[in-house]
């Protein structure tokens, strides 16, 4: 029985990991990591950036859409789905006696931490799964009708979802961690320099060929 435990535990973090880490196709960090340093973006360029170049704003959506539909599916309701983040930590806490990892068996208060932890988040995860269930994947009448009251109706903060999934990386993280001493490594930082360099390169075509246009 502790074997079998332990090799679910092992291939269910493998998994988490790989929809985190993976870049084929992008994991949950490289969509932070792109939303993000767009958004960081946007800040410093106010709305000179839709000057620079207008489908920038197209962009950041689309990427704010699929950061919410990756967040969604780790964190469904655990009766729905056996594969959310939440029924892997409430099965950690059933079972953390039985399972090993280099630093030792976890603690079932460290584990509860964890669920609490996500659980703190519950405003932002909900207003993400309204947006998902009534808009992206199912599209019901009211927005059939009216699709800008999606937004009114599941309002999101940006700060408060980087924050979400930060949560759900980290999560992931010590658990991997904990059982091999060491994270799997991600390009996160490659996508900050990636959108940087090419919001600078859209700048400097804009203004060679369109002198004035940005002053």
């Given at each position: 029985m502790k074997a079998q435990i332990q090799a679910n535990y092992e291939q269910r973090l493998t998994r988490y990991a790989a929809l985190i880490h993976g870049n084929?196709?992008?994991?949950?960090?490289?969509?932070?990591?792109?939303?993000?340093?767009l958004l960081?973006?946007?800040?410093?360029?106010?709305e000179r950036l839709w000057r620079i170049e207008p489908l920038l704003a197209l962009i950041i959506r689309?990427?704010?859409?699929?950061?919410?539909?990756?967040?969604?599916?780790?964190?469904?309701?655990?009766?729905?789905?056996?594969?959310s983040l939440?029924?892997?930590?409430?099965?950690?806490?059933?079972?953390?006696?039985?399972?090993?990892?280099?630093?030792?068996?976890?603690?079932?208060?460290?584990i509860q931490d964890q669920l609490d932890e996500l659980e703190a988040h519950r405003t932002t995860i909900t207003m993400i799964m309204g947006r998902r269930d009534k808009?992206?994947?199912?599209?019901?009448?009211r927005y059939f009708a009216d699709p800008a009251a999606i937004c009114t109706d599941y309002p999101l903060n940006e700060r408060a979802v980087i924050d979400l999934v930060n949560c759900?990386?980290?999560?992931?993280?010590?658990?991997?961690?904990?059982?091999?001493?060491?994270?799997?490594?991600?390009?996160?930082?490659f996508y900050v320099i990636a959108v940087d360099n090419m919001v600078r390169n859209l700048e400097a075509g804009r203004r060679a060929n369109f002198p004035g246009q940005l002053d």
């Open positions: 084929e196709p992008p994991g949950l960090a490289a969509k932070l990591a792109t939303y993000s340093s960081t973006q946007q800040a410093r360029h106010g689309s990427v704010e859409v699929d950061l919410h539909l990756a967040t969604a599916k780790l964190l469904e309701n655990p009766k729905r789905s056996d594969r939440f029924n892997f930590l409430e099965f950690c806490l059933e079972n953390w006696g039985n399972i090993s990892s280099k630093s030792g068996p976890p603690s079932g208060r460290a808009f992206f994947a199912h599209l019901d009448k759900v990386i980290s999560i992931v993280g010590s658990h991997q961690r904990s059982l091999h001493g060491s994270l799997n490594f991600h390009l996160g930082e």
